[in-house]
């Protein structure tokens, strides 16, 4: 059974860092790429970050960049995205989601609310 699974999510206040995790298992990890995607009400899911599978190269959405890191661990089969400097238009529902050819995993998603 495939599972995405985000922990690290919450309230910050502008300027205050996030680490999120994402844990997968059920498939082969380090053969997929990975990404973190956010979404607020109404709009677009929108991709954020992601990494290849071996690490070996990642790309940010230009309002992350120089702020947001992505990083894997494919031996403990988890991604991270350490997010820095966050800014109140951050808020969001973050989803990790694994890729390979035609095939898509999505996790549940956790909050990140930035707010004084």
């Known amino acids: 059974q495939v599972q995405l699974v985000e922990s690290g999510g919450g309230l910050v206040q502008p300027g205050g860092s996030l680490r999120l995790s994402c844990a997968a298992s059920g498939f082969t990890f380090n053969t997929y790429a990975m990404s973190w995607y956010r979404q607020t009400p109404g709009k677009e899911r929108e991709l954020v970050a992601a990494?290849?599978?071996?690490?070996?190269?990642?790309n940010y959405v230009d309002s992350v960049k120089g702020r947001f890191t992505i990083s894997r661990d494919n031996a403990k089969n988890t991604v991270y995205l350490q997010m820095n400097s966050l800014k109140p238009e951050d808020t969001a529902v973050y989803y990790c989601?694994?890729?390979?050819?035609?095939?898509?995993?999505w996790g549940q998603g956790t909050q990140v609310t930035v707010s004084s």
């Open positions: 989601n694994a890729a390979r050819l035609s095939i898509r995993y």
């Open positions: 990494i290849a599978s071996n690490g070996g190269n990642t």
